[in-house]
């Protein structure tokens, strides 16, 4: 009986496998990518702090709008990642870290087939320059929140390989299992004072040198999980949870426990990177634009016009991913 119990669970989680593991989730999570946004507010210095405070929320809710947009917006999804090693094993000497020199040698169809994350991290950053410039806060926020997302992106050791989700190496899963469930289940340990925003001289090294250094930590990513899969029980790998109407197979808190012991608090370290890299980003982007008091403009309210355009994106993604539960594409 218990041979057969056992036979039964262990079919269970292999179905469940390639239902709700078949692609890799969103990057970081939702929960991830807004608590990025939410503490990089408080690395600003308090002639930004003020106004950023006020927004807070917006800055939090809408640190997920690149994540609904790739259902709406043609290119999107090439934003958000960087297949580095599709360039071979020096392709950081040998990939053009300037946009225009590496499309004369790749052409644009192929950079965006591999991702273009460190290139569009430096546009966003010229896009946010120009909304401090015009003070306007419709830009502001908007690019803020997005600049964010972007660089929080690229502190995800998956978003730099063709194996970004373990396919090439029979670990399916293993994108949304490292930057969000281990996030969702270990966030409220991390230490979030990651002390105050700088000034960035380069963006544009600055870009590339977080590819560089996720990029790094790819082979311990993957082999600590190879490594641990070969002594833990399957049957205490994955666990059953309900969320909202739905039952949904996702790793185990043992299981993720043991993996975050193993990799030393990999996730952890990212995110506060991430976090305080974003609120130099946003500081690095006020200060190129002359430092304008964001104060005057902090009681101008979000215009309908962008409220338009954001809930349009919001409805694509509620409509994608109806589709994607009826057909158990997640």
């Known amino acids: 009986m218990k041979l057969l119990f056992k036979i039964i669970l262990i ?17 970081w999570g939702f929960f991830g990518h807004k608590q990025i946004n939410r503490m990089a507010v408080f690395t600003l210095p308090s002639e930004m702090m003020g106004f950023y405070k006020k927004h807070i929320d917006y800055i939090t809710e809408h640190a997920v709008d690149p994540d609904k947009r790739r259902y709406a917006v043609e290119d999107e999804a090439a934003r958000h990642y960087i297949d580095i090693d599709h360039y071979g094993v020096h392709a950081f000497d040998s990939v053009p870290k300037f946009w225009k020199t590496a499309v004369a040698k790749y052409t644009e169809d192929t950079l965006k087939a591999y991702g273009i994350n460190p290139w569009h991290v430096e546009k966003m950053m010229f896009r946010l320059t120009e909304a401090f410039k015009k003070e306007n806060i419709d830009l502001i926020l908007h690019y803020s929140a997005d600049l964010g997302h972007y660089i929080a992106d690229g502190h995800v050791p998956l978003h730099t390989t063709e194996n970004y989700n373990g396919q090439m190496t029979n670990q399916k899963g293993i994108h949304g299992f490292w930057e969000s469930r281990i996030p969702e289940l270990k966030a409220d340990s991390y230490d979030y004072f990651v002390g105050q925003a700088h000034y960035i001289d380069k963006p544009n090294d600055m870009a590339w040198k977080t590819i560089k250094e996720s990029n790094a930590a790819v082979d311990s990513v993957l082999g600590f999980e190879r ?11 994955y666990a059953f949870e309900t969320r909202g109407a739905m039952t949904m197979k996702t790793y185990s808190q043992e299981y993720t426990e043991a993996y975050d012991e193993m990799i030393k608090g990999q996730v952890e ?54 589709k994607s539960i009826k057909g158990h594409d997640d």
């Open 11 to 27: 079919t269970t989680i292999c179905l469940g496998i390639f239902f709700y593991e078949s692609k890799p989730a969103a990057s």
């Open 227 to 237: 490594d641990l899969n070969t002594k833990f029980p399957i049957d205490r790998k």
């Open 269 to 322: 370290r990212r995110m506060r990177l991430a976090i305080v890299t974003v609120g130099s980003a946003w500081y690095t982007c006020w200060v190129n634009a002359g430092k304008p008091n964001l104060d005057k403009i902090g009681d101008k309210t979000v215009s309908d016009s962008i409220q338009k355009v954001l809930k349009k994106e919001e409805e694509q993604y509620l409509l994608h991913k109806e």
